[in-house]
C-alpha cells in the first residue's frame, strides 16, 4: 500500500548536474529504505543508491558513490537523487523502490516501484 512516483529525468550534457525526485503516499510508516536503480535498454536492472527512511543511512554502487547523492524529506514523503557529473553511461531509466525488509542491493527485495523516469546524457 505504498506508491512511487519519480520525476526529474531530463537530457542533459555529459559533466552536467540532474536532481530526481521521488514522491510517495500510501503506508510509509511500512518502508524501512528507499532505493534507486536504473535500467539502460536490453541491460538487467542495477542498484544505484538506498536510504534507510528513518536514520537517513545511505549507500551507493561503486559506479555513482563519488557523483551521486541520496536523500529525504521525511516531513514531504520524498526521496531525491542529486546526480553531479553525469556520463553517458548513467543514461538510463531510474527507478524508485520502496523496501519493507531485506538486502537493500537486490531489486527482488523490494515491495514497491515507481514507473521509472528517463535520464539521457549526451556528450
Known amino acids: 500500500q505504498v506508491q512511487l512516483v519519480e520525476s526529474g529525468g531530463s537530457s542533459v550534457q555529459a559533466g552536467g548536474s540532474l536532481r530526481l525526485s521521488c514522491a510517495a503516499s500510501?503506508?510509509?510508516?511500512?518502508?524501512?529504505?528507499m532505493g534507486w536503480f536504473r535500467q539502460a535498454p536490453g541491460k538487467e536492472r542495477e542498484f544505484v543508491a538506498t536510504i534507510t527512511w528513518n536514520f537517513g543511512s545511505d549507500y551507493y554502487s561503486d559506479s555513482v558513490k563519488d557523483r551521486f547523492g541520496v536523500s529525504r524529506d521525511k516531513a514531504k514523503n520524498t526521496m531525491y537523487l542529486q546526480m553531479s557529473s553525469l556520463k553517458p553511461e548513467d543514461t538510463a531509466v531510474y527507478y524508485c523502490?520502496?523496501?519493507?525488509?531485506?538486502?537493500?542491493?537486490?531489486?527482488?527485495?523490494?515491495?514497491?516501484w515507481g514507473r521509472g523516469t528517463r535520464v539521457t546524457v549526451s556528450s
Open positions: 523502490a520502496g523496501m519493507i525488509s531485506g538486502n537493500w542491493y537486490f531489486p527482488s527485495d523490494y515491495a514497491y
Open positions: 500510501g503506508r510509509i510508516e511500512d518502508v524501512y529504505a
